[in-house]
Nanobody, 127 residues
């Protein structure tokens, strides 16, 4: 199994930027498809961005043009660069993983629940 731990959350003003990181440990010799999800109080979980084992990328409409998902394999770290933040981006952000050949890009928006999750990092954007 792989263990995931997020960091980088915090407070930002509307229009500001934050970069989230997710470090993997454990069974990292396997290949995984990875993704960022978020959930605000009282709202359903949303798949924000995904990066498959083959490099395919997917963004939710709410993230397109503002968020960038990337990976540093040497550091075993997944990133989410978030620019032009809006108050509606306020949520707990989670990274998640699923073993290849399963894809996060095609399944993230279909209610798919990956087997591996981090504990989350809070992002709060003020207007």
């Amino acid at each position: 199994q792989v263990q995931l731990v997020e960091s980088g959350g915090g407070s930002a003003e509307s229009g500001g930027s934050l970069t989230l990181s997710c470090v993997a440990s454990g069974d990292t010799y396997r290949t995984y498809s990875l993704g960022w999800f978020r959930q605000a109080p009282g709202q359903e979980r949303e798949g924000v961005a995904a990066l498959d084992y083959d490099g395919s990328i997917r963004y939710a409409d709410s993230a397109k043009g503002r968020f960038t998902i990337s990976q540093d394999k040497a550091k075993k770290t997944l990133y989410l660069q978030m620019n032009s933040l809006k108050p509606e981006d306020t949520a707990m952000y989670y990274c998640a993983a699923v073993n290849s050949p399963y894809r996060m890009t095609t399944n993230q928006a279909r209610g798919f629940v990956p087997p591996f999750w981090g504990p989350g990092t809070q992002v709060t954007v003020s207007s």
